[in-house]
T-cell receptor, first 113, second 111 residues
Framework: DTGVSQNPRHKITKRGQNVTFRCDPI?????LYWYRQTLGQGPEFLTYFQNEAQLEKSRLLSDRFSAERPKGSFSTLEIQRTEQGDSAMYLC???????????FGPGTRLTVL | AQTVTQSQPEMSVQEAETVTLSCTYDTSESDYYLFWYKQPPSRQMILVIR??????QNATENRFSVNFQKAAKSFSLKISDSQLGDAAMYFC????????FGAGTRLTVKP
């Protein structure tokens, strides 16, 4: 395991469809974070997990967004009823403890047509 | 709420020269961390340097150093002996409870 991986790397979908992204963190990292990055902007924090517990989800953009980390390892981010405004790069990051460096994955680029 | 401001959307530096990227932040907290991340085109974001707010000494990592002014809430990044591989988007980030990023500075390195 050499880093954080995300799948798929690219996703094109039609408006109204549901999409799910997966993030596999570095294996010993107990914290996992999701961000959204739009063109020309820095990453925007969405939610994070410590092990399997979702400790912050108020920053999820709407109730169409949800995330899970059922076994404290990989995580999924789901967007229901996608809208064109959801088009962005979705980044995942993991860290060992709260103030340690976050290691970022390559991201999943979502395009909603 | 904490905000992070990078006032330079773009910067340019000649190879081997020095460049400084600016960052200011707003917070009422006393315990936090500050970071500079680098995002090369179409590549993953990687950590450049980290500063703990309780440390007065400025962090240094090889050619990268910061000027941390806690009272002024300023956290600038200095890149010495710039190399072509330094060309990237640079993001300043603040972390206490969660991580907040600035909008980024695009650095171009001219040969």
């Amino acid at each position: 395991d050499t880093g954080v991986s995300q799948n798929p790397r690219h996703k094109i979908t039609k408006r109204g469809q549901n999409v799910t992204f997966r993030c596999d963190p570095i294996s010993e990292h107990n914290r996992l974070y999701w961000y959204r990055q739009t063109l020309g902007q820095g990453p925007e924090f969405l939610t994070y997990f410590q092990n399997e517990a979702q400790l912050e989800k108020s920053r999820l953009l709407s109730d169409r967004f949800s995330a899970e980390r059922p076994k404290g390892s990989f995580s999924t981010l789901e967007i229901q009823r996608t809208e064109q405004g959801d088009s962005a790069m979705y980044l995942c990051a993991s860290s060992l403890v709260v103030y340690n460096e976050q290691f970022f994955g390559p991201g999943t680029r979502l395009t909603v047509l | 709420a904490q905000t992070v401001t990078q006032s330079q959307p773009e910067m340019s530096v000649q190879e081997a020269e020095t460049v400084t990227l600016s960052c200011t932040y707003d917070t009422s907290e006393s315990d936090y961390y500050l970071f500079w991340y680098k995002q090369p085109p179409s590549r993953q974001m990687i950590l450049v340097i980290r500063q703990e707010a309780y440390k007065q000494q400025n962090a240094t990592e090889n050619r990268f150093s910061v000027n941390f002014q806690k009272a002024a809430k300023s956290f600038s990044l200095k890149i010495s002996d710039s190399q072509l591989g330094d060309a990237a988007m640079y993001f300043c980030a603040y972390r206490s409870y969660d991580m907040r990023f600035g909008a980024g500075t695009r650095l171009t390195v001219k040969p």
